[in-house]
């Protein structure tokens, strides 16, 4: 069976986006990227919730010529993977290989990864929590940049207690850290 893997930029205090809405203090550098892309290599399917799918929109017309080879690399690979978002108030998609999903349903998706050949990433807190609230989610995959922002929107689920296995971590030159984690039984609070 495949792994359903939570990935996500953060603060060092576990915000993916500022007060405002700002994230471009966790825009991965060349070697951070890099190491990101060989991740995500596997992957054969998104899910997202809306704010997640419009902000990764962006990566449908990013990877062009004058971008360079790390940007273009995942380019490639994020319009050659199936995404499916998960919203009540999205009427279409602008992306290629994208559906909508108007429920979250954790049978559906264990259907999805036993059907699949290739690991399926979930982005977005919302998202993610109702994903380890049904005990779907089998790893994680932290990037962490070495920030405080103080408030703002949490990478981390409300309720839920989660016992996790440290499985690698990397230190990068820009001073963000990666850490693996195997996530261990489900402990919904």
Not at 51 to 80: K, N
Not at 83 to 104: G, H, N, P, Q
Not at 118 to 126: K, V
């Amino acid at each position: 069976m495949v792994r359903l893997i939570y990935s996500m930029l953060m603060s060092l205090d576990g915000y993916i986006a500022d007060r405002s809405g700002k994230f471009d203090w966790a825009e991965p550098d060349e070697e951070v990227h890099a190491f990101l892309n060989q991740l995500e290599r596997g992957t054969g399917t998104y899910l997202y919730g809306r704010r997640m799918y419009e902000v990764m929109g962006a990566w449908d017309t990013l990877g062009t010529d004058p971008d360079p080879g790390f940007i273009r690399d995942f380019a490639e690979m994020w319009r050659a993977a199936d995404k499916v978002v998960y919203s009540k108030s999205l009427s279409t998609v602008s992306t290629a290989k994208t559906r909508i999903e108007r429920a979250f349903e954790p049978e559906a998706i264990n259907s999805m990864k036993s059907a699949a050949d290739h690991d399926t990433s979930i982005g977005g807190p919302s998202l993610a929590a109702a994903a380890f609230k049904a005990g779907l989610v089998d790893v994680c995959h932290f990037f962490v940049s070495p920030i405080i922002v103080g408030d703002g929107t949490r990478a981390f689920p409300a309720r839920v207690r989660q016992g996790l296995s440290l499985q690698d971590e990397r230190r990068f030159g820009n001073g963000m850290v990666y850490l693996h984690y195997r996530v261990i039984g489900n402990q919904a609070a």
